[in-house]
């Protein structure tokens, strides 16, 4: 079974650019959630997708947004790049079954690098 | 606020010795906890999950236990070898699909 794949792996930009992550789940997982990993602050949720509604979003700003298509594929868009926006972002995908949480599985990120 | 403790930030050992990685959380209302390992640069490998109603679980030289009670999880590593050489990472799931997690065990083993 494929694992989780994220497009394209490797980016620069240049402040003030925006840039769009592509993350596509396991076959069969409807939950798709981005994180955030940088040496200051670790990783920090994004959002959450399931069935093309965003169910959850963490602390950012509005320049952060992202989609989920009816194959479960998802995107992640970030406007206006800052230097801070220098980071390794992590799609996980996982079944969701009622009553309980299932196993996330991490792509291998796409790391973006704003000069 | 959740908030998740690993103990120690960095450890290094010599190849064979047994270890223990330690995650502390402050709020026991969790819905599962999930241990993973990274690789530099890499993405996240999941080792192992527990649910809340759990209190361990095995996967070959690795065990994780559970107590929600007094808010820890422990990471048990038998028998090192040079391969298991990554950061480890726990991640704490609530109520929602989100993961919280904490900083990180930088795990090196010498052979």
């Known amino acids: 079974k494929a694992g989780v794949t994220q497009t394209p792996r490797y980016l620069i930009k240049t402040r003030g650019q925006q840039v769009t992550l592509s993350c596509s789940p396991i076959?069969?997982?409807?939950?798709v959630s981005w994180y955030q990993q940088t040496p200051g602050q670790g990783l920090q949720f994004l959002f959450e997708?399931?069935?093309?509604?965003?169910?959850n979003k963490g602390n950012f700003p509005g320049r952060f947004s992202g989609r989920q298509f009816s194959n479960s594929r998802s995107e992640m868009n970030v406007s206006t790049l800052e230097l801070g926006d220098s980071a390794l972002y992590l799609c996980?995908?996982?079944?969701?079954?009622?009553?309980?949480?299932?196993?996330?599985?991490f792509g291998p990120g796409t790391r973006l690098t704003v000069l | 606020k959740q908030e998740v403790t690993q103990i120690p930030a960095a450890l290094s050992v010599p190849e064979g010795e047994n270890l223990v990685l330690n995650c502390s959380f402050t709020?026991?209302?969790?819905?599962?906890l999930q241990w993973f390992r990274q690789d530099p640069g890499k993405g996240l490998t999941s080792l192992l999950l527990?649910?809340?109603?759990?209190r361990e679980q095995t996967s070959g030289r690795l065990n994780a236990s559970l107590d929600k009670s007094s808010g820890r999880s422990t990471l048990y590593i038998a028998a090192s070898q040079p391969g298991d050489s990554a950061t480890y990472l726990c991640?704490?799931?609530?109520?929602?699909?989100?993961?919280?997690f904490g900083t990180g065990t930088l795990l090196a083993v010498q052979p």
């Open positions: 997708y399931f069935s093309e509604t965003q169910r």
């Open positions: 991640g704490l799931g609530g109520a929602t699909n989100k993961l919280i």
């Open positions: 996980a995908s996982s079944r969701v079954l009622a009553g309980a949480y299932n196993e996330q599985f």
């Open positions: 076959s069969g997982h409807r939950s």
């Open positions: 709020d026991s209302a969790i819905y599962n």
């Open positions: 527990i649910q809340s109603s759990q």
